[in-house]
């Protein structure tokens, strides 16, 4: 089955400095999705890109998408200490209904 | 902005006693599910449900599990009779069908 994996498992960094973290996933997808949650909290939903999509923006949040490798990246430009949560990534399969598969996730500390 | 809302905040039951986790996804959304995250480990897809019927489930979601939408705004998950490793943070999520899944804040089962 297919699976969302991030990598790194945890990223430390400063406040100021921007955050890379990866995404790989094994099947082909319609979509794919990043999330942030906060310690025990919910998720909270970040952004959309779509299978036929390569870049995507929402403020300080650059994804890319390369089909290709079957991979993503969430960027988080100029970091700030409340960025401070786990991230996931979260996939569809192509074919399938639009349940999410998600990654371990990656956690970021920004101090 | 809308959110999905979900009540219990935290339920704590007994080994083999039925609980009920109640969700009121977003209004306009047509497409509801419920995921689960053990503590420590992934969020794992539980059930979607789309015209008040399973659209798809996982092999967890057995028939200990149901759901129902008893009206135009709640959907809930019941567990029959639980069990120890059933303890979870349980999420319930919307989408219109643009993929898009909005995420509740959940509810943590504690299960002893």
């Known amino acids: 089955s297919q699976q969302g994996e991030e990598d790194p498992q945890a990223l430390s960094i400063q406040e100021g400095e921007n955050a890379t973290m990866n995404c790989s996933y094994k099947?082909?997808?319609?979509?794919l999705q990043w999330y942030r949650q906060n310690s025990g909290r919910g998720l909270v939903h970040l952004i959309l890109i779509r299978s036929n999509e390569r870049e995507k923006h929402s403020g300080r949040l650059r994804v890319t998408l390369d089909t290709s490798k079957k991979s993503s990246s969430l960027l988080i430009t100029a970091s700030r200490a409340a960025d401070t949560a786990s991230y996931f990534c979260a996939t569809d399969y192509l074919g399938g209904y639009s349940t999410l598969t998600f990654g371990k996730g990656t956690m970021l500390l920004v101090s | 902005e809308p959110e999905v809302t979900q009540t219990p905040s935290h339920q704590v039951t007994q080994m083999g006693q039925e609980v009920i986790l109640r969700c009121v996804p977003i209004?306009?959304?047509?497409?509801f599910y419920w995921y689960r995250q053990i503590l420590g480990q992934k969020v794992e897809f539980l059930v979607s449900?789309?015209?008040?019927?399973?659209?798809?489930k996982s092999e967890i979601f057995d028939d200990q599990f149901s759901v129902e939408r008893p009206d135009g705004s709640n959907f809930t998950l019941k567990i029959r009779s639980t069990k120890l490793e059933d303890s979870a943070m349980y999420f319930c999520?919307?989408?219109?069908?643009?993929?898009?899944?909005?995420f509740g804040p959940g509810t943590r089962l504690t299960v002893t």
């Open positions: 449900f789309y015209n008040n019927e399973i659209s798809e």
């Open positions: 999520a919307s989408d219109r069908q643009d993929y898009e899944q909005y």
């Open positions: 209004s306009n959304h047509l497409y």
């Open positions: 099947t082909s997808i319609n979509n």
